[in-house]
């Protein structure tokens, strides 16, 4: 059954504070990068430049915060509401948690205030407070950084231009070994026209050299019909 494959794993309160706090900022880190970079600015000697990373982990805190006061997510505590110091003792004064946990309902979570790993009210308290591990990562995915595309992945870009030219490549036969003479391409390329408009001089003379090879530029058509016949005895 899928209810006995549950992954039944409580955290703490601080393991998943830490993952919330990974997992968003690593989110806040990246939308920054792809910000414009901002001016430089002097501070002044009472100040102390922003650090971002506090306020994302600030943030993160808030967020988990909103999640348990909402009923998003669910925590169970050990509960007490026993004063061992009535008269403001040491610690929050509650004592004698009991040894089981049960659920901290949203309200509490409202009513209450968290610190120092307890959830106090005026009249009871939660300790070691734990909530399921499937619960918190549904909420807060672990983040996964987006990879980079591979450029076979990405579609093909041509134009009208790169086909004609690919076009006379495939209708001369040009290959490393066979290069055409350029005044051929070049009376062939005017013979052709793109969306409609005849292939200036200007394009097909330019269409003609850089379908060739920089050897054949210098040094004329390199051509592979067969053997070389002026050596034959």
Known sequence: MVLEALDRTQWSFA????????????HRAVAASRLPAAPLREYMPWERPQDPQAKWKAEALEQL?????????????RYSEERAHPWGGAGSGFG??????SSIRPEQWREA???NDKLTAT???FIDIRMPRFMVLAIWPAYVPPSMPKLGDAPAYTTPYLALMQEAIAQFGMSEDRQEKKDSLFEWFLTQEVD???ISKNLADAMSTLIRLPSSQRGGAKRGYGPDLRRAV
């Open 15 to 26: 393991e998943a504070r830490a993952h919330v706090e990974g997992v968003v900022v690593a």
């Open 123 to 125: 009249l009871w308290e």
């Open 96 to 101: 004698l948690h009991s040894g089981h946990h």
């Open 196 to 198: 409609g408009e005849p």
């Open 65 to 77: 915060m909103v999640a348990l006061r909402d009923g998003d997510l669910h925590a169970q505590g």
């Open 113 to 115: 205030r968290y610190l």
